[in-house]
């Protein structure tokens, strides 16, 4: 508040003291004449106190706001909250979606063509063939006959029998390995498995035919092997469905 306005209140208050301290009463027309003149003193020394209180509010208001604001805060520089569904209060921003996990990879296909299974290729020695993780010995492979087969492939189950060749290697003196033989859950590139039917054998390789009975699909045949033109598939039918798979060499001589 200015010092105008302290003066002012200041001395409005002085005339409305003076005007209601009390005095000795006058009689007759004397005492009328002052009994006014003090009643008209008090209302004008009210109304000034009035008026000079009125001037004095606003500037009393403005006094106590705070002089470093400039004006009203920005709205939109307050931050923002959104409310969510239960209620509870969160922040505006949407948090960047997480990254979806991959998937697993699924199991690798065991395949087996067009020059081996894996990394155990046709022709390797027996050693070539133990070294890469994938076969099994069933003793030691006798490098000095014709053709040994006491080894089959890693993960073979046991035979049911004797007759039961499936992941059965034949190395050959003369040759290194010369056939594999698949085995439960081994398909050919173009898909062929144990189990298939003649129509599902027929359908990946039209050209397959027994060389027993030609007539009737049973029996051993033999189909080209895509993409190695040394080797061959040995497919034998059984009374309804493929019994046997094998990559061989074209020349091996282990055996028929």
Not at 8 to 37: C, N, Y
Not at 42 to 61: D, E, I, K, N, W
Not at 194 to 206: R, V
Request: with cysteine.
């Amino acid at each position: 508040m200015t010092d105008f306005d302290d003066d002012l209140i200041t001395d409005a208050f002085a005339g409305f003291a003076a005007a209601a301290a009390p005095s000795v009463r006058a009689t007759g027309a004397g005492a009328v004449r002052h009994t006014v003149k003090r009643r008209r003193a008090r209302t004008t020394a009210a109304l000034s106190v009035l008026g000079v209180l009125l001037l004095a509010a606003p500037a009393l208001a403005y006094a106590s706001l705070d002089r470093g604001s400039q004006g009203p805060p920005d709205p939109m520089a307050s931050t923002q909250v959104a409310v969510s569904p239960s209620g509870a209060s969160s922040p505006s921003a949407t948090p960047s979606p997480s990254a979806t996990p991959s998937p697993a990879n699924s199991a690798a296909k065991l395949v087996l063509g067009p020059r081996g299974y894996g990394d155990l290729l046709l022709g390797q020695s027996p050693a070539e063939a133990v070294a890469t993780g994938l076969v099994v010995r069933n003793g030691t492979i006798d490098d000095g006959m014709t053709c040994d087969s006491s080894a089959v492939l890693k993960g073979t189950p046991t035979p049911e029998d004797d007759r039961d060749i499936d992941g059965t290697l034949f190395f050959s003196q003369r040759l290194g390995l010369a056939a594999i033989y698949a085995m439960p859950g081994v398909e050919t590139p173009e898909g062929l498995r144990l189990g298939m039917t003649y129509d599902e054998l027929i359908a990946i390789y039209p050209s397959w035919e027994s060389v027993v009975e030609p007539d009737r699909p049973l029996g051993r045949g033999y189909v080209d092997v895509p993409g190695n033109p040394a080797a061959r598939y040995r497919i034998e039918m059984g009374n309804t469905s493929v019994i046997q798979i094998s990559l061989q060499l074209r020349n091996q001589d282990c055996y028929e």
